[in-house]
C-alpha cells in the first residue's frame, strides 16, 4: 500500500484559532481527518505529524525513508529559514510535495523565498485546506507516473 507521510511545521497547531482571514478555519485535526481521506479514496495509508520543533522535523524526514512513499510537507516559517530541512529532504531523497494553505507569493516578501522549493516535486499554495487533498492527488499522481 502506498504511504504518504504528511508534515505539518511550527504553530499549524493552532489553526482554526487565530487568523482565520489568512489561514481559514479549518483546524489541524480537520485537516488531518481531510488528508486520512484523501488518500483512503485512492487506498493509499496517510500518517501525520505535527511538530514546532525544527529537529523533529528533520528527524521524521530521516524517519520517513522506506517507511513512506512520500511527504507532503508544510514547513511552515522554517520554509523561509530551514537549511536543515532542505538538506533533510535532498540527502534522504523521499519526494515531497510543499504545501502552504496561503500564496506565500503574494504576501510579504521574506515569505517569497523558499528553501524546500529547490528540493521539492513541486509547490501547491493559496488553496487553504483544500491545498492538502490536492497535495496528496499530487504525490500520488507523481507516484503512479515514477518508473518502478
Ligand atoms: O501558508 C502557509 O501554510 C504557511 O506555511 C503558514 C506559516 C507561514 O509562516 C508561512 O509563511 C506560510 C505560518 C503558520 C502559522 O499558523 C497559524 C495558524 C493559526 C494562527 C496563527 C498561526
Not at 504553530?11 to 480537520?30: D, F, H, K
Not at 521574506?110 to 487553504?128: L, T, W
Amino acid at each position: 500500500m502506498t504511504s504518504i507521510l504528511v508534515l505539518n511545521g511550527p504553530n499549524l497547531n493552532l489553526l482554526g484559532t487565530r487568523q482565520p482571514e489568512i489561514y481559514g478555519s479549518t483546524t489541524l485535526a480537520e485537516i488531518e481527518a481531510i488528508c486520512d481521506m484523501a488518500g483512503a479514496i485512492h487506498g493509499a495509508s496517510v500518517t501525520c505529524l505535527q511538530s514546532n520543533h525544527e529537529g523533529e522535523l528533520v528527524e521524521a524526514i530521516h524517519a520517513a525513508r522506506g517507511v513512506h512513499d512520500a511527504i507532503v510537507m508544510n514547513a511552515g516559517a522554517y520554509t523561509h529559514t530551514s537549511i536543515a530541512i532542505m538538506d533533510a529532504i535532498k540527502s534522504t531523497g523521499t519526494p515531497t510535495i510543499e504545501l502552504h494553505l496561503s500564496n506565500i507569493h503574494a504576501r510579504e516578501p521574506f515569505r517569497h523565498k523558499s528553501y524546500i522549493a529547490p528540493v521539492a516535486v513541486g509547490q501547491i499554495c493559496g488553496f487553504g485546506a483544500d491545498g492538502y487533498r490536492l497535495a496528496i492527488e499530487a504525490a500520488l499522481a507523481y507516484l503512479d507516473q515514477m518508473p518502478s
